[in-house]
């Protein structure tokens, strides 16, 4: 099993990598299947013309992508397309999946940098789902760094209920890809 953080090949069955302690995933027998159709929707969107989906499916890419340097190259061509103008559903979507993609490498600033992008872009005409991914994006993050303070958990709660009341699933994303 491949590490997602280091990249070290570990012997069947561990729970966690040798080298880096991170958390392996579950082998999964769907998931080359799912890398398989996210390749195919890439191609597809090639063909159709890319600034309808292909920001999304690169983000997907680099959730699904086996080896880390095609998720990095994943993410830049979304980053890339996203530069050249897309419809606004890319830019929620690929930041929606990147922001999860640097929160399970534990690359923080990345998961900041996402998030932030994710409120820029929306500032113009904010979406409740939007600022509820990004403002979780940034409670995770100040988590991850211990600095979440007793305002933030409360903040994060009422977020939670909110997301819930509104039958958003916020956190289904992230665990179901820590369950992988």
């Known amino acids: 099993m491949r590490c997602i953080k280091c990249e070290l090949e570990n012997r069947a069955g561990r729970k966690f990598c040798a080298s880096c302690g991170t958390a392996l995933p579950v082998p999964c027998e769907s998931c080359g299947f799912s890398l398989a159709l996210a390749r195919k929707g890439q191609e597809i969107s090639k063909e159709t013309g890319p600034g309808f989906a292909g920001p999304i499916l690169y983000g997907l890419l680099a959730l699904v992508e086996d080896k880390r340097k095609d998720q990095e190259a994943a993410l830049a061509a979304g980053e890339a397309l996203l530069g050249q103008g897309s419809v ?16 399970l490498l534990e690359d923080l600033n990345e998961a900041t940098r996402q998030a932030d992008a994710l409120l820029a872009r929306m500032s113009a005409e904010p979406l409740a789902y939007a600022s509820v991914v990004a403002e979780r ?11 979440a303070t007793e305002m933030d958990e409360d903040k994060h709660r009422l977020l939670r209920a909110t997301a819930a009341e509104a039958g958003w699933r916020i956190d289904a994303l992230g665990s179901a890809l820590r369950q992988m």
């Open 88 to 103: 606004g559903h890319n830019h929620f979507w690929f930041r929606r999946y990147a922001i999860e993609r640097a929160l």
């Open 137 to 147: 994006g940034h409670y995770l993050v100040r988590r991850g760094l211990g600095e």
